[in-house]
């Protein structure tokens, strides 16, 4: 009922930027937080970065200062600005939206995983 569709991932050198996109569509009536999570090889997935309808953010302290989240509103989307890029940020990266559909019942959505490669 609700879909989440992630653009933007791929290779990059260490010290390089990337920018991560996702769209959400479906039955939405509001969507509450929207963020960012990544799992690396081996790893568990972890809370990358969330950003709230009224614009409160919060980073994983391994990102603070070097990633930036952000979203629109009106258009249901996300976005992800990650500067000064090392390979300990390799991983697949995963949208995640929770919120209200038009039923008023609440969902909680993942896109299908993007992924980010940085080389040394």
């Known amino acids: 009922q609700v879909q989440l569709v992630e653009s933007g991932g791929g290779s990059v050198q260490a010290g390089g930027s990337l920018r991560l996109s996702c769209a959400a569509s479906g039955i939405i009536f509001r969507i509450n937080a929207m963020g960012w999570y990544r799992q690396a090889p081996g790893k568990q997935r972890e809370l990358v970065a969330v950003i709230t309808s009224g614009g409160s953010t919060s980073y994983a302290d391994s990102v603070k200062g070097r990633f930036t989240i952000s979203r629109d509103n009106a258009k249901n989307t996300v976005s992800l600005q990650m500067n000064s890029l090392t390979p300990e940020d390799t991983a697949v990266y995963y949208c995640?939206?929770?919120?209200?559909?038009?039923?008023?019942?609440?969902?909680?959505?993942w896109g299908q995983g993007t992924q980010v490669t940085v080389s040394s």
């Open positions: 995640n939206a929770e919120g209200r559909l038009v039923t008023l019942r609440s969902f909680e959505a």
